[in-house]
């Protein structure tokens, strides 16, 4: 296939989605990571490419979670944080490593006019998703049995065992409806800024008339950045994660490696069941969904490190209508 960036006119408006790898678990972890990251990132904008930057943060809102509950042991009278404000934490924090990167990153390499800002971001969910029914995401640090009873009477928490690690609290992941700041982050991004937005999939919230709830919920960042990358009219929505391509029987003895992709393709292997539910199915199904929702519209599935080869068309997992 002849590199997308060799045949561009017009800029190509790119969503890019970053996964756990981009962001590392702990503080200083980030700290480096965010570094590769910015490489990564300023590959593309150097390819010509308009970038719109939307991440991921299970671990981080699990440490601020974590966290916010320390303070009530340490002090009565804090009540609890709930989830929704974890998450807004959480954007505020990987958008400060990841603008502070960035900044760096272009000016390093000459690109002095491109600002560089994070949106805090709220994505309305739908109170009767039947996700609510069924919280299933697990968040936070594993606890032993006696601190779990503890959660659940003191904070009204849904404990769960994991696979005999121990106790984690589970919550629920509903579709994203409507991303609130749109029409912000569309502005922005019109007029050149490189934006970084709906981290963590965004802030869930419930509509109650004028009124926008918090919801106890995590939104899965990988169908955020569809429905973002849809919204902005983008053509390419490039999720940036751990493995190089998506594989049939990963794995496997018999595992093989996806470089193109068709709609009606990925819709069977979804139903011979190659994607891990929770990891690689939601990306699958995020790249079918942008890239079946107008002609044109590509999605791509990367190793981080990769996404400048990816995009000349050298690798990774492309799905196209
Ligand atoms: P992220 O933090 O980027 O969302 P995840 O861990 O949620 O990353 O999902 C990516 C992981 O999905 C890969 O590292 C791989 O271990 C796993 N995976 C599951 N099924 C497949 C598959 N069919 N092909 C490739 N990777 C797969
Ligand atoms: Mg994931």
Redesign the pocket.
Known sequence: MKGLSTVMKKKKRIVIAL???ALGNTLPEQMKAVKITAKAIADLVEEGCEVVVAH?N?PQVGMVNNAMIALTHEDEHQPNTPLSVCVAMSQAYIGYDLQNALREELLDRGITELPVATMITQVRVDENDPAFQAPSKPIGKFVSQEQAKMMKEKFHYIMKEDSGRGYRRVVASPKPVEIIEINTIRTMVNSGDLVIACGGGGIPVIRQGNHLKGASAVID??FASCLMAKELDADFLII????E????N?GKPNETWLKQVSLKEAEEYIRQG???P???LP?VQAAVDFAGSKPGRKALITLLEKSRDAIQGKTGTMFSM
Not at 240 to 243: D, F, H, P
Not at 245 to 248: C, I, K
């Open positions: 996964g756990g790898n991921g299970g960042k990988d940036l994660t751990a493995v391509q998506v594989a049939l990963f190659h994607f891990a929770g990891s690689m990306k």
